[in-house]
T-cell receptor, first 114, second 112 residues
Framework: DTGVSQDPRHKITKRGQNVTFRCDPI?????LYWYRQTLGQGPEFLTY????????KSRLLSDRFSAERPKGSFSTLEIQRTEQGDSAMYLC????????????FGPGTRLLVL | GEDVEQSLFLSVREGDSSVINCTYT??????LYWYKQEPGAGLQLLTY?????DMKQDQRLTVLLNKKDKHLSLRIADTQTGDSAIYFC????????????FGDGTTLTVKP
């Protein structure tokens, strides 16, 4: 299966710890997106990359959040000094470049901050 | 600004048709999507419609778009218990569409 993959699928951490999630997009998709989904709500946009360039960041993405896509392939999302409010499902999606109207989502990483 | 609204719950009997509704506010939406999410899983794209279309049919799924009223609907014919899930409406803006804005989802329950 060459879909979008995310690792880990689940993460439990204590408040104040740092966590890092990884997303591997579909090969040759040059756009990559991060979303956050809390219980009972739809996904909310966090940030996206075109190749290695981070083109947009939501105001939801506080200073404690950082995302990278150093080689234009996989991406990492790091949360520093986690808070209980960071508990959510973090979804990654990818799409082809110009002309690709469909985003393909990964299975998500579920984060629980105790 | 961007806002997508959906009703929260829908319950139907197996074999009936389900209609899930969505309204959006941004008139420059280019693509409108329907996703399905089962418990603990990611989002599965069901279908999408380009903003210059009124209707799209794909097997049991029919999407209707009323651009004037900014209203989108998803009809599922012959609803099955396996269709029970949360359905999200989403929009993307621009011809080189980037991020999507999602509604909060409609939980569809199909009773046998």
């Amino acid at each position: 299966d060459t879909g979008v993959s995310q690792d880990p699928r689940h993460k439990i951490t204590k408040r104040g710890q740092n966590v890092t999630f990884r997303c591997d997009p579909i090969s040759e998709h040059n756009r990559l997106y991060w979303y956050r989904q809390t219980l009972g709500q739809g996904p909310e946009f966090l940030t996206y990359f075109q190749n290695e360039a981070q083109l947009e960041k939501s105001r939801l993405l506080s200073d404690r959040f950082s995302a990278e896509r150093p080689k234009g392939s996989f991406s990492t999302l790091e949360i520093q000094r986690t808070e209980q409010g960071d508990s959510a499902m973090y979804l990654c999606a990818s799409r082809p470049g110009t002309g690709g109207e469909t985003q393909y989502f990964g299975p998500g990483t579920r984060l629980l901050v105790l | 600004g961007e806002d997508v609204e959906q009703s929260l719950f829908l319950s139907v009997r197996e074999g009936d048709s389900s209609v899930i509704n969505c309204t959006y506010t941004d008139s420059s939406s280019t693509y409108l999507y329907w996703y399905k999410q089962e418990p603990g899983a990611g989002l599965q794209l069901l279908t999408y419609i380009f903003s210059n279309m009124d209707m799209k049919q794909d097997q049991r799924l029919t999407v209707l778009l009323n651009k004037k009223d900014k209203h989108l609907s998803l009809r599922i014919a012959d609803t099955q218990t396996g269709d029970s899930a949360i359905y999200f409406c989403a929009e993307s803006i621009g011809t080189n569409a980037g991020k999507s804005t999602f509604g909060d989802g409609t939980t569809l329950t199909v009773k046998p």
